[in-house]
DNA sequence: ATCATACATTTGTATATACAAATATTGTAA
DNA sequence: TTACAATATTTGTATATACAAATGTATGAT
């Protein structure tokens, strides 16, 4: 991918810009990709990511700022995106006993099973996207990516 | 930056996936810091890109088309984010005299003197985000980049 | 000239996201 | 106990984005 192709400039970039556009270039190809592997299950990447957490959190409940917390992508309205997943049945959701301003959250088994067949289709997109790393390549990569 | 820190796991977390994860929390630590820029300029990120596509075609207008194969990010709908920079006085628009489908877009003066400033805010911002790397690394990023 | 097709843009609709304000509940200090 | 601040969620509103269908215009074949 060359990025003055893609955006067509002759200009020469700075190279800061350069590596922001690039970034996001990449951004982009990453964001189809992903989109494209969710679609069949009508869950954007904000949903999965939920369930995913709601998974990793072993039956126990999880309260809507925990979810916001541990999401990768905040984003300022858990309520109306659990909602969604509500809807489709991958969750339940109930006041908490204890502190009813508290909503707890749990996975449903309907999505524990949509969620497994997800995970193959993601794995599969991550492969293909990484296809031409090296291992020790994406080593390198996540050690760049600190420095951010 | 640490990953699992981030998201809160305890879980460690295959490489590959890792890797998506890492990309996709720098790709907020960047947006956030960008949409921070642009905001006094009350303008958007894509409609940003518009306007230096737009001041590089050095007065020759550009049809909506045109934008679309530059923009960084491509969106189905250049006909609305023309629309808000032609609010804000920031780009002319005609109908093509030779093709009446086509419109053509150029920026304003008004136009050009908003972007200096947004140049230099956005310059400071990338200098900002990338003040840990040097030369090297960006350069062996941009290789890494590459490869996606 | 007429028709079908391709092209360029616009519009409609649904969903996603950002941000602020409103609501409900709890804990605490006087 | 009342009043106040802190916490957790919900709602309203504006804008952004994705996708499909509709509109208007041009082109080429017959």
Redesign the interface.
Known sequence: ???EQV???K?EIP????????????????NER?TAVLKPFEVSLQQFNVLRILR?QEGKPANLSTLN??????MSNTTRLVYKLLLKGYVDRATCPSNRRKVEITITEHGKNALKKMDVAM?NA??D??K??S?E??????N?????
Chains 1, 2 share one sequence.
């Open positions: 991918m060359n990025v955006i067509k400039t200009r190279l800061k810009s350069r590596t922001v556009i690039h970034f996001m270039l990449v951004n982009n190809k990453i992903i990793g917390e541990r999401m990768v992508t905040k794995q991550e492969d996207i990484l031409n790393f291992d390549e994406l080593k390198e990569l996540n760049l990516f600190n420095k951010f």
